[in-house]
């Protein structure tokens, strides 16, 4: 396995301000001298944590799984307790980072995509969505036509900054601007060009409540956009990969078959072009 962790704001020439992220983890298979050298499609993992910290348990292991699963990985450590935009400002530059070095990589830069969990989702959602904001062209120049992810997966997302939101991810991405929480909404920002999405959930997650992701696959109905939505009856937040890597304990049955979301995204992603090829 190659691994290696790339400074962004020192690649990108960004000047960092104090900020203590946008450091990318690569994670991708090494070269075989006995096989066909593979073009692999490429997959950021951004973790949640209420944009408080970034959870390891969302990081590494979704990293792995990816890797295992025949794509090109990649963790972004983004800076917290930061508002807008300078979380989604780091989520652009890994994906241009990402497209930019795919051939370093062995990756597939027209199929590059993002996962994101709880609050980490609500950053994958602003990608998806918010891709061309005027941030991220001031920001990344003409870097900036390289950010939107191919496809994105949800996991038990953070989308809405209202009534069913996560009161801390909301309040600290938006700093405490009622005017940038509202705008901050993900619902609200899809467009007919936003990026198609897999999105996750439980029924009883009472952390960030479900209705976040019918809110988002509402959206993409109305806006025609491909979406899968897949609502687990059981389980609680922050189920990760769903296994013993992750918990302290083997999940009981009714919660380890939530673990089908991993394969059942995979699936989706499949639908959208996102296989290993050979190099020609």
């Known amino acids: 396995m190659f691994y290696e962790t ?4 020192d690649y990108f020439s960004v000047p960092r301000e104090g900020k203590t992220g946008g450091l990318l983890t690569v994670y991708v298979r090494n070269k075989y001298k006995e096989t066909k050298e593979k073009i692999r499609p490429a997959m950021l993992v951004l973790p949640g944590g209420g944009y408080g910290f970034v959870s390891e348990r969302e990081a590494e292991p979704i990293a792995v799984r990816f890797m295992l699963a025949g794509y090109a990985a990649f963790v972004l450590n983004y800076t917290i307790h930061a508002p807008f935009p300078t979380p989604l400002i780091e ?76 009161g801390g991810t909301a309040e600290t991405i938006s700093g405490g601007d009622a005017a940038l929480r509202k705008a901050l909404s993900v619902e609200e920002r899809v467009t007919e060009e936003s990026s198609p999405a897999f999105i996750w959930h439980t029924a009883e997650d009472n952390a960030v409540p479900v209705e976040n992701s019918l809110l988002l696959a509402n959206a993409y109905r109305k806006k025609g956009v491909p979406f899968e939505l897949h609502v687990f009856a059981k389980g609680w937040h922050g189920l990760s990969e769903v296994g013993v890597e992750v918990f302290d304990d083997e999940p009981a049955p009714e919660i380890a078959r939530n673990a089908a979301w991993f394969d059942l995204a995979l699936s989706f992603l499949k639908t959208r072009g996102f296989c290993v090829s050979h190099k020609d």
């Open 6 to 9: 790339v400074d962004l704001y």
């Open 91 to 166: 989520a652009a530059m890994a994906m241009a980072f990402i497209r930019e070095n795919a051939e370093k990589y062995g990756a597939d830069r027209e199929h590059a995509g993002a996962v994101g969990f709880s609050a980490g989702g609500h950053l994958t959602g602003m990608l998806a969505t918010m891709f061309a904001d005027e941030h991220v062209k001031k920001a990344l120049g003409k870097h900036a036509s390289l950010v939107r992810p191919d496809a994105v997966v949800l996991s038990y997302p953070v989308i809405t900054t209202g009534e069913f939101t996560h």
